[in-house]
């Protein structure tokens, strides 16, 4: 976090308003800084949120019933309220969250390169939305109860209960699928393989690489990368006891925490051609590389969205 002495006069009363407890609801009270990285963070969950809607319209082919294809309808209006909401708060700042969505370069796409995979079984859908829609959770939730503008924290609470729906509603059906079959136990396992490393990397690099601090010194946030990260692995791994599949941790009885297993690679690049891991560490600088290069559906889902063809086989 930056020391005192690197802000300005103006910054350091905000924040210092900012650690009295006083939660900030006009924008004249805004510095540039604040703006800023306010700003910022709203682009990238706003963005992030509509990529959702291309990702799991993919899941349609795959779903076994109509029910199915209503939890996946459901899903998606949910995602798309959300970039509307944050979209919202975000023309606040002069920009258009309609320009954001149909206008921007299809590279430029603000996205987690999962996103950018089409799924490939209705099995695969239920586990990522056990796995990582619990992930994203996190980061929602730390801004309702953290983040110093008010407003946000107010847009959240919707949104994190319909995201808290979406993981619960995923771990529903990958117990229920896991149960079912030896089939679609081995399906549920294949799924969690290939979505578990998406879940560990979804916060990016870890706190003593990363350089960004405004976030935290503005109390935009308040659990750092790691903070977030270890708080996914212990509840995925408490659903995947539970349940009963494989993860790459053990639980350390003098930690009394589940750990990853050493020779697990951290981080790692997902194969854009094979759609799979190479299970060999890489440099976060590699792997947030691939994040920007992005997967096989980009730019053709977002070109397919800003043209409005998307939904042409929902039925």
């Known amino acids: 976090m930056p020391q005192a002495s690197d ?11 900012i650690q009295s407890g006083e939660l900030i609801e006009d924008m004249a009270d805004f510095t540039p800084r604040y703006r800023a990285v306010l700003q910022k963070t709203l682009e990238i969950a706003a963005q992030g949120e509509v990529t959702v809607l291309t990702w799991a319209y993919t899941a349609y082919a795959t779903a076994p019933d109509l029910g199915a294809k209503i939890a996946i309808s459901s899903s998606i209006q949910d995602e798309v309220g959300h970039a509307h909401q944050q979209g919202m708060l975000l023309e ?36 990522a939305q056990a796995l990582l829609d619990r992930a994203g959770r996190y980061t929602t939730y730390d801004i309702e109860l953290h983040c110093s503008f008010a407003p946000y924290r107010r847009a959240l609470k919707k949104i994190n209960f319909e995201e808290a ?11 229920y699928y896991w149960n079912y079959s030896e089939e679609t136990r081995q399906a549920v396992q294949d799924a969690v393989d290939w979505i578990f490393p998406w879940g560990y990397q979804w916060y990016g690099r870890p706190d003593h690489l990363k350089s960004m601090t405004d976030q935290m010194t503005f109390s935009i946030r308040a659990w750092s990368n790691d903070t977030m990260r270890d708080k996914w692995l212990q509840s995925a791994c408490k659903f995947a006891d539970r349940v009963g599949f494989d ?22 690049v997902a194969n854009t051609e094979t759609h799979a891991w190479d299970w060999q560490t890489s440099t976060w600088d590699d792997m947030i590389n691939s994040w920007k290069t992005g997967g096989p559906m980009r730019p053709s889902a977002y070109e397919r969205l800003q043209r ?8």
């Open 165 to 175: 729906f979406h993981f619960r509603h995923g771990a529903y059906w990958t117990e």
């Open 247 to 268: 993860t790459p941790t053990q639980f350390n009885e003098d930690q009394d925490r589940y750990v990853l297993n050493k020779d697990y690679p951290v981080p790692m």
């Open 308 to 315: 409005e063809e998307w939904g042409e086989a929902l039925w």
């Open 92 to 127: 606040r700042f002069g920009v258009s969250m309609q320009e954001k969505a149909f206008n921007e370069d299809p590279m430029r796409y603000i996205s987690f390169p999962i996103m950018e995979f089409p799924v490939r079984s209705y099995i695969e859908f239920v586990v």
């Open 7 to 17: 802000l300005s006069a103006e910054d350091q009363a905000l924040v210092a308003r």
